[in-house]
């Protein structure tokens, strides 16, 4: 377009050079009128107003098209949104069971993959397919669709498949916390929340695998989780507080009820965590209680309905060591009633984990069990699990 333009103003400017000229050399034999004269100014200016018409046009589509150019430039493609990661576990444990077998064995204690990708500024989806040693196949362990964007704006909903916002079960150590055997609920839910200056409230619903007895499969469990974070003079801090109408329907819960998922009764439960981190030093507490006690037939602990409740505290130190990250944690866990969960009565541990290379850990664990006394149904013995572990992560 621009050439054209060029072409056409090189056109009237020889135009008005051979007028003038065929003006001048012929003025002596036949000057124009001027009514001729000012019909060749006025058809001269039409031509320089059609030209100028043409520079804005083309001026408009070069604004436009830098514009777009641009707005492309700044929005990612799609596939530039799209995330792949996982995590391999590999261990070498040594067990000594409440009966006194002495175990050895090596596994592949966990195979996970991970998908994630943002095809809008306020959607993220979420896929997690996970293989743990004793499982025959991978299962697809999440599956969400957030749509949130908090930075501009406070509310945001989840859909789709993942652990329920019921308890916080982060540790330095190899081996969850027994807090998460009772507490983690993974459910397919809907969860509308909302989040201002480190505070956040959560709540959800879903229709769990347990129901009332006598009343049909509906969404009728639900939860709710209050939680505030931040960092005050380099110490950071994490608390937070979680309703469950359904503790049944926890992972650990719902694998030991006996009989039917039908129940008499929704027992509730409640969970409480809090964190403090400052120059490498980490220390944890998390509490997970059910708020009664289930039936007999459903859950029972010495002859009666158990109302089981766990408890972990947490301690940690990183520090470099040879140029190496190095984190040694120690733990002191327990429960209450929580025989029929197969969790000791009490736990005390300690690990050891360093990053050999990026993305690549080593972690050496002990764990010291003890079971409930004879006269609550346990064996009253100790057990111990030694436990090295190579994670890695990409």
């Not at 896929?127 to 949130?148: H, K, M, P, R």
């Not at 639900?222 to 950071?236: F, H, I, R, S, T």
């Not at 030991?256 to 490498?280: C, E, F, P, Q, R």
């Amino acid at each position: 377009m621009s050439s054209k333009i060029q072409r056409t103003a090189l056109f009237l400017t020889a135009a008005s050079i051979l007028t003038l000229s065929s003006v001048h050399v012929h003025a002596a034999e036949q000057a124009p009128s001027r009514e001729e004269l000012l019909s060749m100014l006025k058809q001269q200016q039409r031509q320089l107003d059609e030209l100028q018409a043409m520079l804005k046009q083309t001026q408009k589509q070069a604004e436009t098209a830098t514009a777009k150019a641009t707005e492309a430039a700044a929005k990612p493609a799609f596939l530039d949104t799209v995330q792949i990661g996982g995590t391999l576990e590999f261990e070498a444990t040594e067990t000594e069971d409440f009966t006194d077998a002495d175990t050895s064995d090596l596994s592949l204690a966990k195979a996970e993959l991970t998908f994630s990708a943002k095809p809008h500024e306020y959607v993220t989806t979420n896929i997690v397919a996970l293989y743990e040693d004793g499982s025959n196949n991978i299962a697809l362990d999440e599956a969400t669709i957030e749509i949130a964007n908090t930075e501009a704006f406070p509310l945001y909903t989840t859909v789709g498949k993942w652990a329920m916002p019921f308890g916080n079960y982060d540790t330095a150590m190899s081996t969850d916390p027994l807090t998460k055997n009772l507490g983690e609920t993974k459910e397919n839910a809907i969860l509308v929340g909302a989040t201002h200056n480190g505070f956040s409230i959560e709540a959800f619903a879903f229709n769990g695998d347990t129901q009332k007895s006598g009343e049909g499969n509906n969404i009728d469990q639900y939860g709710l989780n209050l939680a505030v974070e931040g960092e005050e003079d380099g110490l950071l801090y994490n608390m937070a507080a979680s309703y469950l109408n359904n503790i049944a329907d926890s992972d650990g819960v719902n694998d030991a009820l006996t009989g039917a998922t039908a129940l008499k009764d929704y027992v509730g439960g409640i969970s409480l965590y809090g964190s403090l981190s400052l120059n490498g030093v980490s220390a944890s507490v998390g509490y997970v209680k059910a708020t009664d006690s289930f039936q007999t037939g459903e859950l029972a602990f010495n002859g009666q309905g158990a109302q089981p409740v766990t408890w972990n505290t947490e301690i940690s130190y990183t520090m470099d060591i040879l140029g190496k990250e190095t984190t040694f944690a120690a733990t002191y866990q327990g429960t209450d009633e929580a025989l029929a969960l197969s969790l000791p009565e009490t736990r005390l541990g300690g690990a050891v984990t360093v990053g050999i290379y990026d993305q690549t850990s080593l972690t050496l664990e002990y764990l010291a069990d003890e079971d409930y006394s004879v006269a609550e149904g346990g064996t009253g013995k100790d057990g111990h699990t030694t436990t090295a572990k190579l994670a890695v992560e990409f």
